[in-house]
């Protein structure tokens, strides 16, 4: 240990008389502008890059119903069921006071009416198929929090009580229209015509609700739709001989966000990550060549840890770490068109056991994020996430127990989308992780 102590003065020595210019345009607080101080660069810290799963993501009451699958080249198969509770303000058809006119009132049509919202990942130019199913239990968690969950699912009907296959157009303020049963329409109005239903509870005893479910074959993509604005609509009208049909609808909307939730699986059989182990363990960057894996909705994240970060107290009898960038690189060929980088990273703070005790916060108290630099060159250099962890490598560098905490990473909407990311660790070929830190002697 000492050997190694030695070691690393003499070369922190050595560049620090060799770099002016980084002691110089680095600027700090007052305290430290003493001429004898030093700041130094440091470069060389082991950094440890590993992949994490998560038990579960909570996917109820996210305002966004996903559906869709398709076969990722780097991570599998990604697959999204959408489930959900349906509820009407009235359950009374159009009267005008009296029961009696309800006689006259038939059956039309009944359609699934859902509007995007904007997101999508995949190939959206390919044919996306998907079914509508009845549930046969009621959209009611099991557990006591009261949240759904993205292994979460409920049995329902293999009878389609609809089909659609389109091409989705996600981005543009449109909707799709999927013609329903006529069968199932037909028998849902006689249960209003004859008032057997006349309440949610009486509706709700009947139909459980309705999950979305994508088909295996002639799909790539995942969609997101709107859910207070989606619906199930069903068409009637008044028949009078001799006269034209008046038309009447009854809306059937997703009014609790809460009994929505997106069932969202990966299967891993032959990928990289196929021997990811259980929540509270990890899976070397060193087993998957060399490569951190994130992806939002199936709880697979990035885990980066320090081991050596302790060893830098030593450095001086009078130190401190006054700011640290943790530079993450994508992996090349491994986002594109159909599957591009997210804008930024959301990082947390874990313990040895995966678990996250809080988000990455500055001195200051706020949010860390990791934003990515954009602006690329020939061989994609210079695109990056930048994440500045000068105040978190302090606090662990000046840690009394032996515990470790380490930085989590994911992907914003991590409960709501299925966007992923593969980084390189330190040893990479092409897109090393790279780890300044600016540390100070006075």
Do not use: W
């Amino acid at each position: 240990m000492h050997k190694f102590i030695l070691i690393l003065l003499f070369a922190m020595t050595v560049f620090s008389c060799g770099t002016d210019s980084d002691a110089g345009e680095f600027v700090v607080g007052s305290d430290y502008l003493a001429l004898s101080n030093k700041v130094v660069l440091i470069d060389t810290v082991s950094v440890e890059m590993s992949t994490i799963n998560f038990d579960s993501l909570v996917t109820s009451n996210q305002s966004r119903i996903l559906v869709g699958n398709y076969d990722d080249p780097i991570y599998g198969k990604v697959k999204s069921n959408s489930y959900f509770q349906l509820a009407s303000s009235s359950y009374a058809l159009m009267s005008g006071g009296s029961d009696t006119e309800t006689t006259n009132y038939v059956f039309d049509s009944i359609s699934m009416i859902l509007k995007y919202d904007n997101y999508y990942y995949g190939d959206t130019t390919k044919v996306q198929t998907f079914n509508i199913h009845r549930l046969l239990q009621k959209v009611k968690p099991n557990t006591e929090d009261n949240n759904f969950y993205n292994n979460s699912a409920l049995s329902y009907s293999d009878e389609s009580l609809g089909t659609i296959s389109y091409k989705p157009r996600p981005i543009e303020k449109d909707s799709i229209n999927i013609k329903m049963s006529s069968a199932f329409g037909a028998a849902l109005f006689q249960k209003l015509k004859k008032r057997e239903i006349t309440d949610f509870d009486s509706f709700n005893e009947y139909l459980k609700g309705l999950v979305l479910v994508p088909a295996t074959a002639n799909s790539a993509s995942v969609t997101g739709f709107n859910v207070s604005t989606s619906k199930v609509r069903m068409y009637y009208s008044k028949y009078q001989a001799n006269t034209e049909e008046t038309p009447y609808i009854v809306d059937f909307m997703i009014s609790d966000a809460t009994k929505q939730f997106n069932s969202i699986s990966l299967d891993k059989t032959g990928t990289i990550i196929q021997n990811l182990p259980i929540s509270t363990s990890k899976l070397s960057s060193s087993l998957t060549n060399h490569q951190g894996f994130i992806q939002s909705g199936t709880g697979v994240a990035c885990r980066i840890d320090f081991p050596n970060i302790k060893q830098l107290k030593y450095l001086s009898e009078k130190g401190a770490i006054v700011d640290a960038q943790l530079v993450l690189r994508p992996v090349n060929n491994s986002y594109s068109e159909q599957y591009p980088l997210a804008d930024s990273l959301k990082i947390y703070v874990g313990d040895n056991l995966n678990r996250i005790s809080a988000s990455l916060v500055n001195s200051a108290g706020t949010s860390v994020f990791g934003i990515l630099n954009k602006k690329s060159d020939e061989f994609n250099e210079n695109i990056g996430y930048l994440i500045p962890i000068g105040n978190f490598l302090q606090k662990e560098m000046l840690k009394q127990s032996d515990t470790r905490s380490s930085l989590i990473l994911t992907l914003p909407g991590i409960s709501k989308t299925v966007n992923r990311i593969v980084l390189g660790d330190q040893k990479h070929l092409n897109n090393k992780i790279l780890l300044k830190i600016y540390y100070i002697s006075y």
